[in-house]
């Protein structure tokens, strides 16, 4: 299936969703990387308020190259996203609905998001220019510090994904190969 769904999400969208589905998303999707995720953990260990809110909302990880003129961000290609995984279940359980990244999950990550309700997306890696053309702004929002692994509030238009890991825990990694061994 084919999705058009909003950023910060709503359960009636990720309910709809289901591992393989094709989607584009529109709205305010934010964007942290290993570095960042680090930082978020230390200030939750701390007591301390995140940066930016999760409930509802996506991370995409990806590391931008600079912006060409004329445009708000430069290449915006998908990290590696079991990087993150150490910090994923924590900020799931905290509200936050969607990732966007490329690869495979722990199964603590997949325990996380059936527990609560969330998604996980690809993004086609190596597409990193063609992905920029559907973020029309990008602003730092927190750790400018870090360069490229700051945080950034993005706002897109129709952004290419493919959910992996829906919220039952299907797993497009995993049935797309049985069905390629079954043919």
Not at 79 to 88: E, F, G, H, L
Not at 107 to 127: L, P, S, T
């Amino acid at each position: 299936m084919e999705y058009k769904i909003e950023a910060p999400l709503k359960k009636e969208d990720i309910d709809k969703l289901k591992s393989g589905d094709y989607v584009y998303i529109t709205g305010t999707i934010y964007v942290a990387r290993d570095a960042a995720h680090k930082r978020m953990d230390d200030l939750l260990k701390e007591g301390k308020e995140l940066p930016i809110e999760l409930k509802d909302n996506v991370i995409y990880y990806m590391g931008p190259s600079p912006a060409r003129e004329g445009r708000p961000i430069g290449s915006a290609g998908p990290t590696t996203a079991s990087r993150m995984d150490k910090y994923a279940p924590k900020l799931l359980d905290l509200g936050l609905k969607g990732m966007i990244g490329k690869g495979k999950r722990t199964q603590e990550v997949k325990d996380a998001i059936v527990r609560n309700g969330c998604v996980y997306f690809a993004a086609v890696g190596g597409a990193g220019a063609l992905l920029s053309k559907a973020i029309t702004k990008s602003e730092i929002v927190a750790y400018e510090d870090l360069g490229a692994e700051a945080i950034r509030k993005l706002e897109v238009k129709d952004f290419p994904v493919i959910v992996v890991i829906d919220k039952e825990g299907n797993n497009l990694y995993e049935t797309a190969i049985k069905e390629y061994c079954e043919e």
